[in-house]
């Protein structure tokens, strides 16, 4: 029975923690690593300012509707409720002539005097008017071409800062994994010189080497030791860099796919005549010219007449007028020639600043051709930088261990072997370096042709 017992707590104790190891290999297998395209629309979709532009985009298209609703009968009512301290009377005077031969007894006629109510003491009033308008010289027209043009430009100038959101994810997810790479060098070159600080120990124990190596060996042991802690607080400082631009909390652990070097993009010198078609900021400068010259047109139109039908139906209530509903219409022309000037000094000023835009369209312009050249010359830059650093890391790493093998014989001094882990921790620095730099610039060349 005891054998028995324990056989059942030692079963007991197994299926526990084999369930216990099954649920936390399986937290483990659910935490994956986010790529590029997640960063991307996860940046896009927290992104403040993205939402901020999605509203003014909002914003305009109601303008739009504001715009066109000008076209529109306007429909008006008023109604009032009129109270005087006493009604209102006419009081009007005749005379009776008498024919002859009474005429004498005229002066003794008296004449006759009778008063009549305009209103009620109290009275209710209600007016319904209608207008649309006939003729507007072209300012309808134009405010609508206004607006429209706003709407293209915000939605021009949210296409931009979309890009612009998924390239500023872009830098900082690979200066997560830059920072990272970094990190492991500066940790596997503290660890080789803690190698190095054991090496000249045991030799310092044998007399091969004096006390004054080892003591060089531990400075640089300690030298390491702060560049790994410096490299730790950059990796967590990227990572809270990052987490801020997907609207996270700082401290949320980060797990980064690593991205393979993407094919060149300035072996295709075609796609250069592309940037100035694909480049939202330029349709953003160009809808912003075309609002200013509708609102140009919109001022010229002021001085131009304005012709408006209209109609109202009126109801008045009051016993002594008959009938109590009162309809009219008409047409209104509204006509001001001469303002002092404003009108023209505001077109004008709308057409000044339609000019001072299509300049800096041209400004933007030949900033994008430069854009594009650089962007195309660091492409090509960091993609030769690639084979030369990985051949100075095999170079790096062959003196290290060559070094070290003559160190351990005595033939070097301590001083080379130091020099060697510098040189081997530099190439491999150099070497990722290289590899995230030439990432990077294709797509920086991406942003800056305008297909990011």
Same mark, same amino acid.
């Given at each position: ?26 937290? #483990?297998?659910?935490? *994956? ?87 009620? #003491? ?12 006939l003729y507007a010289g072209g300012k309808i027209r134009s405010a609508i071409d206004a607006a429209n043009a706003q709407v293209h430009a915000s939605v021009?100038? *949210? ?42 120990? #045991? ?35 990227? =990572?809270?860099? *990052? ?11 980060? =797990? ?60 008045? =209530? ?27 000094? #505001? ?106």
């Open positions: 029975m005891a054998r028995q017992g324990r056989f059942c707590r030692r079963l007991l104790i197994f299926l526990v923690s084999g369930t216990m190891a099954l649920f936390a290999d399986t937290r #483990k297998f659910t935490v *994956y690593a986010e790529n590029l395209e997640q960063a991307w629309a996860a940046a896009t979709a927290n992104s403040r300012k993205l939402h901020a532009e999605r509203h003014q985009i909002q914003s305009n298209r109601e303008v739009v509707h504001a715009a066109r609703a000008l076209r529109s009968p306007i429909i008006s009512n008023q109604t009032a409720i009129v109270a005087m301290p006493e009604s209102p009377r006419m009081t009007s005077h005749a005379t009776i002539s008498l024919p002859p031969p009474f005429s004498i007894l005229q002066p003794l006629v008296p004449p006759i005097t009778a008063e009549t109510s305009l209103a009620d #003491k109290t009275f209710v009033t209600n007016s319904t008017i209608a207008a649309v308008p021009a100038e *949210y296409a931009a800062s979309t890009q612009n959101v998924r390239m500023e994810i872009t830098e900082i997810y690979f200066m997560v994994l830059r920072t990272r790479r970094l990190c492991e060098i500066a940790f596997q070159a503290e660890n080789s010189l803690a190698q190095h600080e054991r090496n000249s120990q #045991k030799m310092l124990e044998t007399r091969l080497v004096t006390r004054n190596v080892v003591l060089a060996a531990q400075t640089a042991k300690s030298l390491a030791s702060q560049n790994t802690l410096r490299a730790k607080i950059a990796v967590q400082t990227a =990572e809270a860099a *990052y987490n801020r631009l997907l609207n996270r909390p700082l401290e949320t652990p980060v =797990e980064l796919e690593e991205i393979n070097i993407p094919p060149m993009l300035s072996d295709q010198p075609e796609i250069r005549d592309n940037a100035a078609r694909n480049r939202s900021e330029l349709t953003q400068l160009q809808s912003q010219a075309q609002a200013l010259n509708a609102q140009s047109r919109i001022a010229r139109a002021d001085r131009l007449p304005q012709v408006v039908a209209g109609g109202s139906i009126t109801y008045l =209530e009051n016993r002594s007028i008959d009938p109590n509903t009162l309809f009219a219409g008409g047409i209104g022309v509204s006509w001001t020639p001469f303002d002092g000037g404003a009108s023209r000094a #505001k077109q004008r000023a709308a057409a000044q600043g339609a000019m001072a835009v299509n300049q800096m369209r041209e400004e933007t312009r030949s900033l994008i051709e430069l854009q594009v050249q650089t962007a195309v010359l660091a492409e090509q830059e960091s993609r030769s930088r690639i084979q030369v650093a990985e051949n100075g890391v095999n170079f790096a790493e062959e003196n290290l261990r060559v070094v070290t093998m003559q160190f351990q014989s005595g033939l070097v001094n301590h001083t080379e072997v130091l020099d060697a882990q510098t040189l081997a921790a530099n190439a491999q620095a150099n070497y990722y370096n290289a590899v995230y730099d030439a990432i990077l610039a294709t797509y920086r060349l991406k942003r800056a042709l305008g297909i990011f």
